[in-house]
């Protein structure tokens, strides 16, 4: 990981914001608040994956492997609020197999920054295409953006986008992917 947050920078800031708001930052509620928001935000931009490329040699199988349901949590890049989406990731591979939580690593990895949810999905798709070297790769996500729910329009909703490419494009593999996911 390459980001870091400037720490001390973070929390002067979040008290100005507090002063901005009208509030008073030095009340007992508050006073912690600044250096609370700060380590939350070091924590989610700092977040470390841990190793992501361990792939296994196997004899060529074919199979479509899929691993759904990987709940992870973001930030909108448009209004900073929160939003959570439910993940799941195909691969065709001929010779490769990728470590089950590499999946799980690979969708926090990425949903750990200020993002959107199509990016979101773009860049697991992305990454996981580059690990286990095919195009053969589905992602599907549906989630719920506080941007929308509580503020705005104020609508509870489930967003859905999906990135599919190589095998996936053909009628039976994606068919199949969605019958899966949908299980
Ligand atoms: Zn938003």
Not at 80 to 85: D, G, R, V, Y
Not at 102 to 114: E, G, P, Q, S, V
Request: hydrophobic share 40%.
């Amino acid at each position: 990981m390459t980001q870091k947050i400037d720490h001390a920078k973070v929390k002067s800031l979040v008290r100005e914001l507090l002063t901005a708001l009208g509030d008073d930052p030095d009340r007992e509620g508050l006073k912690e608040t600044p250096r609370r928001i700060a380590n939350f935000w070091r924590e989610f931009i700092e977040y470390e994956p841990g190793k992501l490329d361990t792939t296994f040699s196997s004899v060529k199988h074919n199979q479509m492997v899929c691993v759904t349901g990987m709940r992870v949590w973001s930030m909108c890049e448009h209004h900073m609020l929160p939003f959570w989406c439910d993940v799941s990731i195909a691969y065709i591979a001929d010779d490769k197999v990728l470590g089950l939580s590499k999946f799980a690593r690979i969708a926090h990895k990425h949903a750990h920054k200020l993002t959107l949810q199509e990016q979101l999905v773009s860049d697991i798709s992305e990454e996981v295409k580059n690990i286990l070297g095919t195009d053969n790769v589905a992602v599907y996500a549906k989630g719920e953006h506080l941007c929308m729910t509580m503020r705005g329009i104020r609508t509870p909703h489930r967003m859905i986008s999906s990135a599919l490419d190589g095998h996936f494009l053909e009628t039976a593999p994606r068919l199949e992917f969605f019958r899966l996911i949908e299980e």
